[in-house]
């Protein structure tokens, strides 16, 4: 593993050296293209542990059919509140160890002594967890929607608040990883922390698909959550990163 860090910090300087000989503005680019293909391959080589996430969303999603009843009205009505606080609950299993294996391995000390712009690491590792974690859930929520007799344009709505939502999920729980790196229960102190941030993002999501259900309009719901979404994205980055500086002092 040690290997492996070192290679890839020294890809990093590499990146930000040839970019800056070239253009200034092209480093953080390609210090956020480095971050994401290194987190992306590591990724690949502990397959079994990113997996987690997406079986703790199908098995309990599909625990409440059965739990509930066979009943289509009360599955439909349930079902987009359920999926996603299952798909809320399995991003938080993901982000609670976002930095904990750079923290441990001293990776993340070096990219904070780095001349590399430690927003630009944080914005890769935020998308690389949601390449790895958030997105595998919106491609699997389709098959849950069957489950619960949800109709065409209500599981594409599903989907759409998904796609816009989970990148909230991946920002904050960066942001609540960052604050409790290094702390004993630290994972516990992450769902403490995040859950009340992400009460927006469930209630316009929720609200998208009851309004599709209701023959309303979702374009209400949908602007207010992509725009916590750009309010998360450009809010959450800078303190993740003033966060991740004085949990390491």
Known sequence: MVCIVNIDDSALQRVASSAGSRDVTAAPAGTYWAVVRRDLLLVRRRRVESLLPLGFFVVAASLFPIGVGPEPQTLRQIAPGVLWVCALLASMLSVTQMFAGDHADGTLEQM??????????????????????????????????????????????????????????SALGALGAALTLGLRGGAALVFLLVLPLTVPALIFGTGAVGAV?????????????????????????PATAAALRISME
């Open 112 to 169: 904070l002594l780095s001349q590399h712009p430690l927003i630009a690491l944080v914005l890769g590792k935020i998308t690389a967890q949601w390449l790895s974690g958030g997105l595998p859930l919106v491609l699997a929520t389709p098959l849950l929607g069957v489950q619960f007799d949800m109709s065409a344009p209500s599981v594409a709505t599903l989907c759409l608040t998904l796609m816009l939502g989970t990148p909230v999920l």
């Open 213 to 237: 259900e209701a023959s309303m309009g979702a374009q209400a719901h949908l602007s207010l959550l992509g725009a916590f979404l750009i309010f998360t994205l450009l809010g959450a980055p």
